[in-house]
């Protein structure tokens, strides 16, 4: 799936790729090994433009203390590196070690972020990070929302009304916007949801009739992870199962090709 850097004016198309996955805070599945260096090599190889990740740890005490090869930088920093020179952190959840949230890296210029906080009730702290990304050669920039919804299917439909509310708030309704992450929606309640109320599309249901099998990584059976669009269309979506990501954590990520 390649990508083209475009200097022509905004009518002209453009496409990029982007990914979206859950790190697992850096862990193996079940947490036994350490696979953060693995998992930004991988990363790189898939040569995306935009990648949304979920549960990045933005510091660690703890770890950093017991783990050998632990980034002296936050998880979304190191992963960025020198391929992606433009990042943005949403923190979530803080504790007396540390905290981790969501995070945006991009080879487009991020010239607005803000963390919107999708917390409902109990320990569960859950956030959307809003990133307003600029494209070289158009005049419309892109929005872009990397989501962890809960666990508990109540709050998680408090949460999609949250984020529908803020879409209609914030972002014109005109504008390239991209939603991806960890739903946490084995239901699949969120698609007929997020059409009617903010018009987005999720690409896998769009070009296969379902949502993509992403979890547990080394047997997907549940569909939690996803990539919504509005004013775009989708080439080639792709669910990234098997070896290395099987290893690399506990949720398969996701690819594909956006058109604008």
Known sequence: MPTHASTAPSAEPFSFKVLTVNIHKGFSPLNRTFMLHDLREAVRKVA?????????????LKHARHISNFPETPQYEFLADSIWQQFAYGRNAAYDHGHHGNALL????IKHM????????????????HCVLEVPGRTQPIHTLCV?????DSHRRKQLALMCRMIQRDIPPDAPLLLAGDFNDWRNRAHRFLADHAGLKEVFVSTNGE????????????????IYLRNA????????????????SDHAPLAAEIHL
């Open 48 to 60: 995306a433009d935009v990648v949304f990740l979920q549960e990045v740890q933005g510091a660690h």
């Open 106 to 109: 991009s080879k487009f210029p």
């Open 114 to 129: 803000e963390n919107h906080n999708l917390s409902i009730a109990g320990p569960e702290k859950r956030g959307m990070l």
């Open 148 to 152: 962890h919804l809960s666990l508990t």
């Open 211 to 226: 949502a993509a099998r992403t979890f547990p990584a080394r047997l997907p059976v549940l569909q939690l992870d996803r």
């Open 233 to 248: 269309t989708v080439h080639t979506p792709l669910a990234l199962a098997g070896r290395p990501w099987s290893h690399l």
